[in-house]
């Protein structure tokens, strides 16, 4: 096995000095800190958050200043205020809710900026069409795109007003989409002086944390940002070059960063035991060289590969077995426990096969416009069940009554005054409540026969609660006065109607419909990341005490990995090979930073669990890469 050097935990102490020296209101300085993972990066946010707090948070409130902190993800986002605490000088969001909201005002300039690129995007899409293949899905795509697009050209012809969502889906000509709005803050701060000066006045500085990630535009707009006002404004970079796995991060951000900038280094990973920074170290060496050593008091821990055919049949079946392994061989009981450890996945459905949502799952996925809102539980058709439905029904089955009200009192239009005003039963106001959770849990929603569908109609028979627009064609019971009274329609307000009346997105509705009901709970759970499943991507920035990462490439549907191919299980195609011999950024550099990801987020032992079309292959190079020892290496 390759050994790692132990060092003492103080070992780089004077990383957090030199970002507090830079986080000086009276000479700020940016700092890039780009070190391996566990190697408490988010930790020295923190720190120097804490230390600005005592040095000079009594100022910087009085004076109305802040220090923006920025991630890529919901999840990164909430690790962070979860460890940092919540306080209002130093708001934390995602990249996209802080683009928002430094843009969301100004309608007139962003319709300048649209009318500006969407022509220029037309022509391009013209010129690929003239010279593409017709008939091809891509030229069904582009004709699709152009014609959208001068639609949305005619729209723009008179003034607008803009939306965007930066968690979910955006539609309709009016929302701005992801992209759009980060092309849009950063051009905006490049050619407006009053933003720049609204930004440095406001945030003196701006720490980026997963800043491999951040949007490439964006950060050359930052950079401007930084050159342009320095001494009046710093930018701290925290961040992994092995850790991008989004494609639109900077490739080469470390070669934008000027050299008077502070560049404190980490080496020390504090998270994971000798043999897991062992296996992080050998997977990155081909990268960049940048190799890791382990705290003198950490344990040695336990890292195993246990391959299998992509053929097993029963692969959850099989992952069980590798669980009651691991707590064998790690004598740790909780690996025997699915709530104790976390298994990642690579793609979404194939956690939905394994926890028990797949059919709604499958469902709704046909319609790709409902895809991010299905996976971040987003869709007000979902959140109808996830948010309203579900708790009540757990409420109901607990015979909690102060519960049961008190959901219904902040979710309910029966419990609205308006309702109870008009109610029928004026002697006894709450009887419709009584008979409406009555016939819920008359239709046995726990059973796997019980519909979304018939949840639904009942609901809505009931008026229990209000129904998005996107459930409402299915939906036969007409308004009464009372619930007519009192829709406020504060879902619609998020929808799109086109898209909610497209056959594609009903067609997809209908078919949820018709799934288990039961299917919410595993599925709320995942979607808020409380369960045991997690994606390879969505861990980034978390930690975990047992990690088992499952590779399948036979079961993911995307192309942009490959564990078959990194594992040398399967041959390389020309363009790999060309990607690796120009060290470009090609699918088997991306698996390798992807495995990184997933294999360092573990706190005591990892598994890897790998189906392959090739077991023998898979294995010999597992050894012969000396990713793992022979001992280490089970087969099915
Ligand atoms: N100086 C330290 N002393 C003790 N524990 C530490 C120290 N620095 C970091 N840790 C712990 O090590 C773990 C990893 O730290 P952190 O999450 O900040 O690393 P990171 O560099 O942000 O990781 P990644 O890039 O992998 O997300 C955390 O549990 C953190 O509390």
């Not at 843009?103 to 007139?108: A, F, G, N, P, R």
């Not at 022509?119 to 030229?139: I, S």
């Not at 045991?532 to 930690?543: A, C, R, Y």
Request: charged share 25%; aromatic share 8%; glycine share 4%.
């Amino acid at each position: 096995m390759v050994e790692v050097e132990t060092v003492s935990p103080d070992f780089d102490n004077d990383a957090d000095d030199q970002i507090q020296t830079c986080l000086n209101p009276s000479a700020p300085k940016s700092f890039f800190l780009y070190a391996g993972a566990g190697s408490g990066k988010t930790r020295s946010l923190k720190s120097a958050l804490d230390t600005f707090r005592a040095n000079y948070g009594a100022s910087f409130r009085r004076t109305g200043k802040k220090i923006a902190v920025v991630t890529y993800t919901n999840a990164a986002a909430d690790e962070i205020a979860a460890r940092v605490g919540s306080d209002p000088l130093f708001p934390i969001s995602t990249i996209h809710s802080f683009c928002w909201k430094h843009i969301e005002t100004y309608h007139h300039d962003i319709q300048t900026w649209l009318l500006k690129t969407l022509p220029v995007d037309l022509a391009e899409l013209h010129e690929k069409q003239a010279k593409g293949r017709p008939g091809t899905k891509a030229a069904m795509d582009r004709e699709r795109a152009i014609t959208s697009t001068t639609r949305r050209l005619e729209w723009l012809s008179v003034a607008r007003r803009f939306t965007y969502n930066p968690n979910g889906d955006n539609f309709g000509q009016d929302s701005l989409s992801h992209s759009e709005v980060l092309k849009i803050t950063a051009s905006f701060i490049e050619t407006k002086p009053s933003m720049q000066a609204v930004l440095i006045n406001q945030y003196p500085f701006l720490l980026i944390d997963e800043s491999q990630d951040t949007n490439k535009g964006l950060l050359t707009a930052f950079f401007m940002l930084a050159a342009t006002h320095k001494g009046k404004f710093g930018m701290g970079l925290f961040g992994d070059t092995m850790q991008r796995i989004y494609l639109d991060g900077h490739p080469e951000l470390e070669s934008l960063v000027p050299d008077n900038w502070a560049r404190p280094v980490k080496r020390l990973n504090h998270r994971s035991p000798q043999r897991i920074i062992a296996l992080g170290n050998i997977l990155r060496a081909p990268i960049d060289r940048q190799s890791q050593v382990a705290r003198d008091d950490s344990e040695i821990g336990f890292v195993r590969l246990f391959i299998a055919p992509n053929n097993t049949p029963d692969k959850p079946g099989f992952e069980k077995r590798v669980r009651e392994r691991m707590a064998n061989l790690c004598s740790d009981p909780d690996w025997n426990n699915e709530v104790t450890i976390k298994a990642l996945t690579l793609e979404h459905h194939m956690a939905a096969s394994r926890r028990g949502f797949l059919d709604m799952f499958r469902a709704l996925d046909r319609d790709s416009r409902l895809s991010t809102g299905l996976r971040t539980g987003d869709l007000p058709g979902l959140r109808l069940f996830t948010e309203r439905v579900a708790p009540l029904i757990a409420a109901a089955r607990a015979e909690d009554k102060f519960a049961i009200m008190a959901h219904l009192r902040a979710t309910s239009p029966l419990l609205k005054r308006a309702a109870i005003a008009l109610s029928s039963t004026p002697g006894d106001p709450l009887q419709p409540i009584r008979f409406a959770v009555d016939a819920l849990l008359a239709l046995h929603p726990e059973q796997s026969t019980t519909t979304f569908l018939s949840v639904l109609q009942c609901v809505a028979e009931h008026h229990l609660f209000e129904i998005p627009t996107a459930l409402r064609p299915f939906v036969v019971n007409e308004r009464t006065t009372v619930e007519s009274a009192l829709i406020t329609d504060d879902a619609s307000s998020y929808e799109d109607e086109a898209v909610e009346k497209s056959p594609e997105s009903l067609e997809a509705w209908r078919a949820f419909l018709e799934t288990p009901y039961n299917q919410i709970i595993p599925f709320a759970e995942y979607v808020s990341d409380r369960g045991p499943f997690g994606t390879h991507q969505g861990v980034k920035g978390l930690e975990f005490e047992r990690v088992l990462v499952i590779l399948d490439d036979s079961d993911a549907r995307g192309f942009l990995f490959s564990y078959e191919k990194l594992f040398e299980a399967k041959p390389l195609s020309d363009t790999d090979r060309k990607h690796l011999e120009d060290a470009t950024d090609g699918g088997v550099t991306r698996t390798r930073r992807l495995l990184y990801v997933t294999c360092t987020r573990a706190k005591k032992s990892l598994a890897l669990v790998a189906y392959t079309e090739n077991p023998d292959a898979l294995l010999a190079a597992a050894l012969r890469n000396q990713w793992f020892v022979s001992e280490e290496i089970e087969r099915l």
